[in-house]
């Protein structure tokens, strides 16, 4: 697919990408490599140009295989308010593509099953993809409809044996998880791994894709990511959303984005920066159980969670999982 040939290339010194802290102290153990769990935090104001540079800039300092690569970019899309930040914004994805093309991909499609909406393509359109995007439909495959191979789930948390996932999911190189940071009455917190439901077609399992909750919502998690080893993740919290999400919450401006390989680290880097305690997040527990990882073992690059970090609006219910 074309790119755009006229971008400049704005050298951004300020991301301080170079720069590691971590977050707690690192006196715990994981199977895992250090830098394989490092997050990028990099401070983004508004969705602007620059976009295309800091997405960029992320994936060289990750060193993310591109050459060549068949990539498909996962964001979140579930319903459409002009007044919520429901949706990974459109202006982000659109970045994501022309960076991951800038970068020698052989091939970006940009894939969603949303869990609410039967109508994906007019909900897109109302989100405002196809004035962001050229050709979006040309680019776009619904997961929600599109042809499904039986997947066994090896090990499964949840009561799951098997799913019937889009063939699409599995046909790319690397799965970019493109989620919004927002609150979660049920999980705390969506974000990167919560994403993965998209993937899970509504033409197979309905609408809003109950078997997911029947089976564990917080177990059905860590097994789709499971199915995933290939995966970098970049969190639109640039407008964020707060209290009762992941629809009728509030907006947050956050100003960043955080970025990484190890989708599970991402995750507790984000509800560290939201003030949510990942040892409380039940997905986390179970994905440490399983994964054989500490959360406190994660690496910060560019900004520090401390200077990014406010406390986000929680559901009455979830108080519990505050950050002391």
């Known amino acids: 697919m074309p790119t755009s040939t006229n971008r400049r290339y704005f050298f951004l010194g300020s991301l301080g990408i170079g720069s590691l802290a971590t977050a707690f102290s690192c006196s715990h153990r994981t199977s895992l490599p250090l830098d394989a769990q490092r997050v990028s935090i990099v401070r983004v104001p ?33 319903e459409f308010s002009a007044q919520a930040p429901i949706n990974t914004s459109p202006v982000l994805v659109s970045a994501a593509l022309e960076a991951f093309h800038s970068l020698g991909a052989a091939h970006v499609t940009i894939a969603e099953g949303p869990g609410h909406r039967r109508m ?14 050229p050709r979006f439909e040309d680019r776009f495959v619904d997961l929600n409809t599109a042809d499904v191979r039986r997947v066994a789930l090896a090990g499964p948390v949840s009561t799951l044996k098997e799913l019937y996932l889009p063939h699409t999911v599995f046909d790319c190189d690397l799965l970019v998880s493109l989620p919004k940071m927002k609150t979660h009455h049920w999980a705390g917190a969506t974000l990167a791994m919560k994403n993965l439901f998209g993937v899970v077609p509504g033409s197979v399992y309905g609408w ?21 080893p290939r995966q970098f993740a970049i969190v639109d919290g640039i407008e964020a959303m707060e209290g009762n999400g992941p629809i009728l919450g509030q907006p947050k401006h956050m100003g960043i984005l955080v970025a990484g390989a190890h989708t599970p680290s991402v995750d507790a880097t984000c509800c560290q920066i939201m003030r949510i305690d990942p040892a409380k997040i039940r ?3 179970l994905a440490a159980e399983k994964l054989d990882w500490d959360w406190q073992t994660v690496r910060q690059s560019g900004e ?15 108080q519990h999982l505050r950050l002391k």
């Open 46 to 78: 508004s969705y602007s140009h620059e976009l295309f540079d800091v997405i960029r800039r992320i994936l060289i300092d990750h060193r993310v295989a591109v050459a060549g690569k068949r990539i498909l970019l996962k964001p979140n899309l579930v």
């Open 208 to 228: 809003p894709k109950n078997i997911l909750h029947w089976a564990g919502i917080d177990e059905s998690i860590v097994d789709l990511h499971s199915l995933f």
């Open 120 to 133: 994906t393509l007019d909900m897109a359109e109302a989100a405002g993809f196809f004035s962001a995007i």
């Open 304 to 318: 520090t969670i401390a200077s990014v970090s406010s406390a986000f609006a929680l559901h009455p219910d979830l």
């Open 283 to 285: 997905y986390l527990t």
